[in-house]
C-alpha cells in the first residue's frame, strides 16, 4: 500500500509554519515562509502552496502520495465552509481559504479552523489532553487564546465564532481593552497583563526584591515576579497571588460553561508548572460549582509548545 502524507500548517501575521507528517503521525520535517499584510491574500495563497511543496521535498516525501492539508488560521475561520470569515489584522472578508489553495496544489483537499482552535486540537490528539475527550486550552501570551474540543472535535459555534474566551469580562468596568470593552479576562491573565502589573508593584515597593532581577523596566519578563515570590519578596508573592484568582476566575467560568475534563494551560507563563498551577487547582476546586470529588477535572501544562498548532492542523488534515 502506498504511503500517505499530510501536511499541517500554523499560519500567523509574520509567518507561516508547516510540518510534514506520515499517516501514523510520525513528524518527518518543518519548514516556514513569510507573511505579511502587504503581499495580499493572492499572493499568500500561492506562499502557501509552495511552502507546501517545499516542505514535502524537504521531508522526502513524494507530492502526489499528499493526501491532505490543515492550517490554522487567525480570525474567524468557518471551518465547515473552508473560509476566512474576518481576519482583521489582514483585512481578509470572507476568504475561500480551503478551496483557493486546493485549486493550488491541484486538488489536494484542504481544511481549515482558527489557529487557537488548531491548537487546541494538537494538545487533545497528541500532546497534554490526549486522555480526554472534552478539553479546553488556555494560552498566556500577548492576550489569552483559547480552543474548546468537545467530543474530540472542535466546537467552533456559528459561522466559527464561539472560543474567544480572551474577552470574557471578568472585572464589569475594569480595564479597557483593544476590542472595545473592558475588563476581559486578557486584560488580566495574559502575559502582557501580568508584565504590567509586576511593573506597577516594582515602582510601588522600591525594596522589592523583583528590581535584582530586573534591575529595569526592560529587564521584566514574566518570570520575575514568580522568581521574587519564590524567593519570599511580599510584593511579590501579592502579585503573583492577584494573577493567580484572576486566571482562576476565568477557568472557573469555562469551566462551569462547558464542564471539560481538562483545562490545558499554555504559553510562557504555564513554564511555571505546578508553581503556577496547584494554587489555581485549589481555588477552582473551592469556588466551582459542584467540586472535583463529584466531576473530576485535570487542570494541565501544554505539552507541544509552539508546534501545538502544526499537529492540530496535522489533524484537521487527516479529516480533510
Known sequence: MAAKYYVGIDLGGMSAKAGLFDE????????????????GYAVTVKDLAGLVRSVCEKGGAAFSALSGVGIGSPGIIDGGAGKVVSWTNFGWEDKSLASDLSAQLGGVPVKISNDANAAALGEAKFGAGKKYTDSILITLGTGVGSGIILNGKIFEGFRGGAGEAGHMTIVVGGIPCPCGRRGCFEQYASATALLRDTKRAMFEHKDSAMWKIAPSPEQVDGRTSFTAAKEGDAAAQEGVKNYIMYLSEGILNLVNCFRPQAIIVGGGVSGQGDYLLEPVRKYVNEHLFVGFDRIPLAIICAALGN??????????ALDA
Open 307 to 316: 508546534d501545538a498548532g502544526i499537529w492540530g492542523a496535522y489533524a484537521l
Open 24 to 39: 501514523g503521525g510520525k513528524y518527518l520535517a518543518k519548514d516556514t515562509v513569510k507573511t505579511s499584510k502587504s503581499d
